[in-house]
């Protein structure tokens, strides 16, 4: 979940966090909230997987003992500005360092080891997979649209997941070619439109 989806409270309590402020009364008394409205917002980063409860402390003193929060991994990067560009200006390298075949090898290397081996049984349609390839590309926030002739299918569009990264480097299409190939158990051939405006493009074919 990136920065500006969350609400500037929560973005709040984030930093408040990652600066060492762990418990309830400790949030509070530096964003200068009641403690229940703290314990709204910590309930839910915790049901988006921002942040986790990581234990308790003993005050000594008579009443519950203090529960401690701490971020997640995908809590630490939600405030993160440095990710996009990051990608951009190493895509940009390794298309300026490495022959078409290595750079094509190693960004679909790289997105073999983003996906999960697919669980689909051998006897799944072509369709219910192009249509888990679709569903795949909309959850990294791209669009997709299915169709399927017989034994071929098509996920297009209208935007692409990666497309700064696209913009500086085509290549990083087989990033997602790749990551396709493993989740759905098919073979997927990039045919995207690279340019000003990326647009996802894949051809899907049983294995």
């Known amino acids: 979940m990136a920065a500006n989806s969350l609400s500037p409270v929560r973005v709040a309590v984030i930093d408040a966090i990652r600066k060492g402020n762990h418990t309830v009364n400790a949030l509070a008394a530096l964003l200068g909230v009641s403690d229940n409205a703290v314990r709204l ?10 942040i986790r409860r990581r234990g308790v402390v003993h005050s000594g003193q008579a009443g519950q003992p203090a529960v401690e929060y701490d971020l997640t991994e995908s809590g630490e990067t939600a405030l993160s500005k440095a990710y996009q560009p990051a990608l951009i200006a190493l895509v ?3 298309g300026a360092r490495l022959p ?3 750079l094509r090898a190693l960004f679909e290397d790289a997105g073999r080891r983003m996906g999960v081996e697919t669980r ?11 249509h888990a390839c679709g569903a795949l590309i909309e959850s990294l926030g791209g669009s997709a649209t ?17 497309a ?19 989740h759905a158990g098919v073979k997927a051939v990039q045919r995207c439109e690279h340019g000003p ?3 996802c493009h894949f051809e899907i074919k049983q294995v």
């Open 41 to 50: 917002q910590l309930g839910a980063l915790e049901r988006d997987g921002l």
């Open 92 to 94: 940009s390298a390794l």
């Open 100 to 102: 078409n075949r290595a």
């Open 120 to 130: 689909i049984g051998p006897h799944v349609s072509l369709s219910a997979r192009a």
């Open 146 to 162: 299915v169709s399927v002739n017989r034994n071929h299918a098509s996920v297009r569009g209208t935007s692409c997941p990666l």
């Open 164 to 182: 700064a990264a696209v913009r500086a480097e085509p290549g990083t299409c087989f990033i997602v070619e790749a990551l396709l190939e493993r």
């Open 197 to 199: 405006q990326p647009r």
